[in-house]
């Protein structure tokens, strides 16, 4: 780890060059080691899953409640 930057309320948002990225609910956001960038929804569920510099994503269907009901995907990514 090269820093850190603390945000409001003493988070931490992100970290030095090359490091997680994390939203202000404390979700990863950008994995840069598996280069992928996770959008969440309204319930701080995972939404999409995108893979960077690529067409490729993973879509998580979730109900009001938040019941996965299932994925869909643009080719597919293997996430380890």
Not at 44 to 67: C, V, W
């Amino acid at each position: 780890v090269v820093g850190f930057a603390f945000g409001i309320k003493n988070n931490l948002p992100r970290t030095g060059a090359g490091d997680y990225t994390y939203d202000h609910n404390g979700n990863m956001v950008v994995d840069p080691h598996k280069n992928i960038t996770t959008t969440y929804n309204h319930l701080n569920l995972p939404e999409k899953i995108e893979e960077n510099d690529s067409a490729k994503f993973i879509e998580i269907i979730n109900d009001a409640i938040g019941t996965n009901s299932g994925t869909a995907s643009k080719k597919m990514i293997q996430i380890r």
